[in-house]
C-alpha cells in the first residue's frame, strides 16, 4: 500500500499510530471493566482512562463529561438520538423532522419509526445542500419532538447554519439533533453557544479507532436507552465500556485541531485548482463558498463519464475514491444526497469524492489531478456520451 | 500492576499480545472501510480480513460465515437477537420466554418488550443454577415466538444443557436464542448438532478487545435490523465495520481451544481445593459438578462476612474479584440469579467470584486461596455475624 494515494477519508481514515499506541496499554495491561471501579484497582485504572477520555471530548465542544456518553459509532448515535428521544416522548409528540440529506442512519431510524405510527417531515435542501430553512420552519408543528439536521454532509460537505437551524428549534419548541459525524474537531461545534440538544461525534474520520463513537445528550434531554443491559454510561447505553477505544477517541481529538484543519483546508483548495487546470467540462457538488464546506472534501462530476469507472481507473493508478456514498456503494441507484440537490441521473452518477486528511500531500494533490485527467480523457474518448 | 493476580476474567480478559499484534496492521495500513471493497484496493483488503475473521468464527461453531454477524458485543447481540426477533414477529406471535437467571441485557430487552405489549414468563432454575425443564416446556406456548435461555452463566457458572432446552423449542415451535457470550470456547457449541436459531458470542472474556461481539442467525431465522443505516452485515446490523476488532475477535478463537480449557480447568479444580483446605464454613454457588460449570468459575458464599469487605480486602493483597454480577456492582441489591436460586440475602451478599483465565498459574491459586483465608478470618473476628 506503500505509493497509493488514499482519498476516501470520509469513509475512515488511517488510525494515527500516536493514536495506536495510546490505545496500546488498555489491551494487555489495564484491561478490566470500569464498571469494576468499586470492587478493585485494575477498574479503577479503566474507570479513571475512561473518564479522562470523556473529558477530552466534552472539552472540545464546550459540554460536560456527563453529557458525552461512549457508542460504537456514528451509527449507534444517530439511532440511539432518534429512537431514544422518540420512546422517551411515551405517546406524546409524535412528529420528526430531518433534512433530505441525513446519513441513511438517521433517515431509515426516523423511516423505521414512521412506521410505528411516527410522523415524518423531510426538509427539502437547495442545489448546493443547504436546508431550505423557510421549509424546516414551516415543517416544524406543534406536536413536532424532534428535528434532526447534520452538521456537515458526508458526501458533499455541506456545512449547515446550525446557529439559525437550532435557533429555529428553541424558538418552536423542537428538540434539536445534529449529526456531526464527518464535521467533528473540522468544522467549529461550541454547544455553549449553539443549543443543539443531542449531537452525533464519530472517532475513526479523524483518525481515531473503528467502533468507537459518542453522543453528546444536554443535561435534562429526555432519552430512552436502546440497548438494554447494565447501568454503564449514566444508564443510558448498557454494555461492557470500550476503554481502548475510548481512549484512542479521545487522543484523536487532542491531535486534531486548527492547524491541521489549515493544513486540510489548503490540500482541498489546491485539489480543486489543479482539477480545474487540467480537467474540462466538470462540475463543483457542493458549497463553492470553501467556509462552508468540510475541509477535507472535494467533490465534482465529470462531464461525459460514468463515476463507477472512473473510480475503478483511479483504483488502477493507486488512487482511492469512491462515487456516491460510501453507504450505497453497492447499490445501483444515484446518490439520495445528490437527487435531493436537483442533480440529473448523470451529475450523481458521475460524481467523485475525494476527502483528504493531514496524511495527504501536496505532491499526491497534484498527481491526483493529473491521473483524475488522464482517466476522463481516456474514458471520454471511448464513451457513447462523448460529444 | 506487575504482581497483580487478577480473577475478573468473566468481566473481560487480558487482550492476549498475539491478538493485539494481528489487530495492529488494521489500525494504520489498511484502515479503509470494508463496504468500499467495489471502489478500491484498500477497500478490497479490509473486505478480505473481515471476511477471513467471519469465517474463523464460523467454523468454531458449525456455522456459515454469512450467518455470523459482527456487532459492537454481547449487549449488543443479545438486544439485536431478542428485539430483532420479535419486531420480525409484526405482531404475530407476541409471547417470549426466558429464564429468571438472564444476563440484564437478556432480562431487560424482554421486560423493555413486555411494556410494548409482549408477554412474558421467566422459568425457574433450581438451586446450582440449572433451568426447570419441565417449567421452561409448560411455560412455551402456542404464541411463543422466542425462548432466551443462556449457555453458561456469568455469575456461577452453570452450563446449561442446551441440547434438551433445543429440543424442547423445536419442538414447541419457538426459536431459540442463547447467550453464549461467557462460554464461547469454553464449552462446546456444535450448531450443526443443537439446532439453536440464534446465538451470541463475546470476544473480550476470551482475550480478544473489547467493542466487539457477534451474532449467528441460522438461515431463514426471521430478525429484524435494531441499528438502522447502511447496508452492512448482510443488511442485518448498520455501521461501518470494526475490522481490527473482528481480526482480533478471530485471532483469539484461534488461540482458545482444548488445551487452554483444560489448563483452566486444572486451575479451577486448584483453586476449589485449596481453598477448601484453607478456609472453614464456606459454600459452594453454582453446580458441584465441574463438567456442567464454566471452566473459569469459581463461584464460593463464606458464611459470617460481608462479600465487599472480602472483595475490598483482597484488592489490598494485589487479587481482583467481584461480589455479585459486575453488571451490578454499584447496586447494593444482591445478586438477582442468586436470589432466583433460592438463596438467602446473607449468602447472595457474601458471594465472591473468581473466574480465571489461562494467563493464571498454580501458584496464584494457592496465594488467592491462602489470601482468602486471612481475609476470611480477619473479617470474621470483627464481624458481627460471629458465631
Redesign the interface.
Same mark, same amino acid.
Given at each position: 500500500?506503500e505509493n497509493?494515494i +488514499?482519498l476516501?477519508n470520509a469513509?475512515?481514515?488511517?488510525?494515527?499510530?500516536e493514536?495506536?499506541r495510546a490505545m496500546?496499554p488498555y489491551?494487555?495491561? =489495564? +484491561? $478490566?471493566?470500569a %464498571? %469494576?471501579q468499586? %470492587? /478493585?484497582?485494575?477498574?479503577i485504572?479503566a474507570r479513571e482512562a475512561l473518564d479522562r477520555s470523556r473529558e477530552i471530548l466534552a472539552r472540545r465542544i464546550a459540554a460536560s463529561p456527563e453529557e458525552i456518553l461512549f457508542?460504537? *459509532? *456514528?451509527?449507534?448515535s444517530?439511532?440511539l438520538a432518534v429512537k431514544g428521544a422518540a420512546w422517551a416522548a411515551r405517546g406524546g409528540k409524535k412528529h420528526l423532522v430531518c433534512s433530505k440529506i441525513e /446519513?441513511? %442512519?438517521v433517515l /431509515?431510524?426516523c423511516?423505521?419509526l414512521e412506521k410505528q405510527g411516527f410522523g415524518l417531515t423531510t426538509v427539502r435542501v437547495d442545489g448546493e445542500g443547504f436546508v431550505d430553512l423557510d421549509h424546516l420552519e414551516k415543517s416544524i408543528r406543534p406536536d413536532t419532538l424532534l428535528v434532526s439536521i447534520q452538521h456537515g454532509n458526508q458526501e458533499v460537505g455541506t456545512i449547515q447554519p446550525l446557529d439559525r437551524i437550532a435557533g429555529i428549534c428553541r424558538k418552536k419548541g423542537a428538540l434539536l439533533h445534529t449529526d456531526a459525524s464527518f464535521s467533528f474537531t473540522q468544522a467549529d461545534l461550541d454547544l455553549s453557544v449553539i443549543p443543539a440538544d443531542l449531537v452525533t461525534l464519530s472517532a475513526?474520520r479523524i483518525h481515531g479507532?473503528? *467502533? =468507537?463513537g459518542a453522543l453528546y445528550v444536554r443535561k435534562g434531554t429526555p432519552i430512552e436507552k436502546?440497548? /438494554? *443491559?447494565?447501568?454503564h454510561e449514566y444508564n443510558l447505553r448498557?454494555?461492557?465500556?470500550?476503554? $481502548?477505544?475510548a481512549v484512542g477517541f479521545a487522543r484523536a481529538v487532542e491531535l486534531s485541531g486548527a492547524r491541521e484543519t489549515a493544513r486540510i483546508r489548503a490540500l482541498q483548495r489546491r485539489l480543486f485548482e489543479r482539477l480545474a487546470a487540467a480537467v474540462d467540462d466538470f462540475r463543483i457538488n457542493g458549497p463553492e463558498d470553501m467556509e462552508s464546506r468540510l475541509p477535507g472534501n472535494v467533490n465534482v462530476s465529470f462531464d461525459r463519464v460514468e463515476g463507477e469507472s472512473v473510480?475503478?481507473h483511479?483504483?488502477m493508478k493507486g488512487i482511492?475514491? =469512491?462515487?456516491g456514498s460510501?453507504?450505497?456503494?453497492?447499490?445501483l441507484e444515484p446518490s439520495a444526497v445528490m437527487m435531493a440537490m436537483g442533480f440529473s441521473h448523470e451529475r450523481a452518477h458521475g460524481s467523485i469524492r475525494f476527502t483528504l486528511s493531514r496524511f495527504n500531500t501536496e505532491e499526491e494533490m497534484d498527481r491526483t489531478a493529473e491521473s483524475s485527467r488522464d482517466v476522463v480523457e481516456a474514458l471520454r474518448k471511448i464513451s457513447p456520451l462523448s460529444k
Open positions: 500500500m497509493r +488514499y476516501d469513509a475512515a481514515s488511517r488510525t494515527d499510530p493514536v495506536v496500546l489491551f494487555d495491561e =489495564i +484491561y $478490566a471493566v %464498571s %469494576s468499586f %470492587s /478493585h484497582t485494575p477498574g485504572l457508542t460504537s *459509532g *456514528g451509527t449507534e444517530n439511532n /446519513h441513511p %442512519s /431509515h431510524s423511516q423505521w475513526h479507532p473503528k *467502533g =468507537i436502546m440497548m /438494554h *443491559g447494565g447501568y448498557s454494555g461492557t465500556e470500550n476503554v $481502548a477505544g473510480v475503478l483511479l483504483d482511492s475514491v =469512491i462515487t460510501a453507504c450505497f456503494s453497492r447499490s
